[in-house]
């Protein structure tokens, strides 16, 4: 029985790392004046993960513009989705949620 919640505790932990090991894999990017959808097909494409969201949560979006060298994706998802966007967002197994941000954390992204 011990060896068993042993194993188990390992194999969790494992799985745990396996995502995190991926989150702070780098990327390089570069987006020229792309639509919300192109960016989001080009993240997806490069990094494997998949894309849950709802249309008018990234409707009116601007276009973006931006370059990322070396970036975790974190970074880049920080970057475009909540600082230019205003687009909350969470990562899950290999998959990425985006979700409307707050009224008042938008509020406060427009301060700065």
Same mark, same amino acid.
């Given at each position: 029985?011990?060896?068993?919640? *042993?194993?188990?505790? *390992?194999?969790?932990?494992?799985? $745990?790392?396996? @995502?995190?090991?991926? +989150? ?9 004046? =792309? ?9 997806? =494409?490069?990094? $494997?993960?998949?894309?849950?969201? =709802?249309?008018?949560?990234?409707? $009116?979006?601007?276009? *973006? ?9 974190? @970074?880049?998802? $920080? @970057? ?22 707050? +009224? ?5 992204? =427009?301060?700065?």
């Amino acid at each position: 029985m011990k060896r068993l919640i *042993i194993l188990l505790t *390992i194999t969790l932990l494992q799985m $745990g790392m396996i @995502n995190v090991l991926a +989150q702070e894999k780098r990327y390089d990017l570069s987006f020229d004046n =792309q639509d919300i959808e192109s960016v989001i097909r080009t993240i997806r =494409q490069v990094t $494997g993960y998949e894309f849950v969201y =709802q249309k008018s949560v990234i409707e $009116g979006a601007p276009r *973006i513009t931006e370059t990322f060298d070396n970036s975790t994706l974190d @970074n880049i998802l $920080g @970057n475009i989705f909540v600082d230019i966007c205003y687009v909350d967002y969470e990562i899950s197994k290999n998959t990425i949620v985006l979700k409307p941000l707050s +009224q008042q954390a938008k509020e406060m992204l =427009q301060r700065f």
